[in-house]
């Protein structure tokens, strides 16, 4: 069965960095887009990153140019490097996984499209 398990999150200052890892089992990265998303309390939870299976990656705009999705396939761990981090960038942050076509070059889509999900790792960036 699929497992997700994230870790790397805590408490930076406005400007720092973290990167956030997920350690995956059960799947194959070149049969899944992977990706990242974020949820506040009382918000629905937002798509941050996504790695298609093709490798190519994509990001919400207010990620942009601060954050990289990337994954290491002998390791089957997907990362988010997180730089310039801004207070409105806490949150909960998630891996999730769903299958995708190898023709597949959409965005990061809607979290209900996603069947799996990690426990989740808690960012803080105080400003």
């Known amino acids: 069965q699929v497992q997700l398990v994230e870790s790397g999150g805590g408490s930076v200052q406005a400007g720092g960095s973290l990167r956030l890892s997920c350690a995956a089992s059960g799947l194959t990265f070149s049969n899944y887009c992977m990706a990242w998303f974020r949820q506040t309390q009382g918000k629905e939870r937002e798509g941050v990153a996504i790695a298609l299976s093709t490798g190519s990656t994509s990001y919400a705009d207010s990620v942009k140019g601060r954050f990289n999705i990337s994954q290491d396939n002998a390791k089957n761990t997907l990362y988010l490097e997180m730089n310039s981090l801004k207070a409105e960038d806490t949150a909960m942050y998630y891996c999730?996984?769903?299958?995708?076509?190898?023709?597949?070059?959409?965005?990061?889509?809607?979290?209900?499209?996603?069947?799996?999900w990690g426990q989740g790792t808690q960012v803080t960036v105080s400003s």
């Open positions: 999730a996984a769903r299958r995708c076509a190898w023709w597949y070059r959409g965005g990061i889509g809607l979290a209900y499209e996603y069947n799996y």
